[in-house]
């Protein structure tokens, strides 16, 4: 009984992220947006949520924030992830933008002082290579497991 309680106190002090996802649909097959982080390999946008602001409104200002994306048209809320591991939960929303992105582009983020993150197209029937962080592939393989729940 103690275990349980004890797991449940830690999911409520978790740290709470967002991960806004888009994707498109290329030449047959699903793509989703992620970067290049200087210094910490391949990811997708994902940041912290702030004390007392909105989940939602925390997704739409890590897109703006991490890829310079601020004219979003849809946003969808998917589903919510425990990453035990790192004693935090993602809550991802999916995003449609109002423009056409390109196949990539850098974005000088205010990151850590100023990073430059280099966004590029991943195909989701890919394996993700060992550049890719561990929790990042997880959270590939989560969100594949949410398209698949979709198309049923």
């Not at 106190?9 to 947006?33: F, T, Y």
């Amino acid at each position: 009984m103690k275990d349980l309680s004890k797991q449940q106190k830690n999911k409520s002090s978790a740290v709470q992220k967002v991960c806004p996802v888009i994707l498109r649909k290329r030449n047959g097959k699903q793509e989703i947006l992620a970067f290049r982080h200087p210094f910490a390999g391949i990811q997708l946008v994902k940041g912290t949520v702030e004390p007392g602001e909105m989940i939602q409104v925390a997704a739409l200002r890590e897109l703006a924030e991490e890829s310079g994306i601020d004219k979003v048209s849809a946003i969808e809320f998917k589903s919510v992830w425990h990453v035990e591991t790192e004693n935090q939960v993602w809550h991802f929303y999916f995003c449609e933008v109002e423009t056409h992105l390109p196949e990539s582009w850098n974005f000088f983020a205010n990151d850590d002082g100023g990073l430059n993150f280099e966004f590029f197209w991943f195909d989701l029937t890919e394996k993700p290579c060992n550049e890719w962080h561990f929790v990042y592939q997880n959270a590939l393989e989560f969100i594949r497991k949410l398209l698949i729940k979709d198309e049923t």
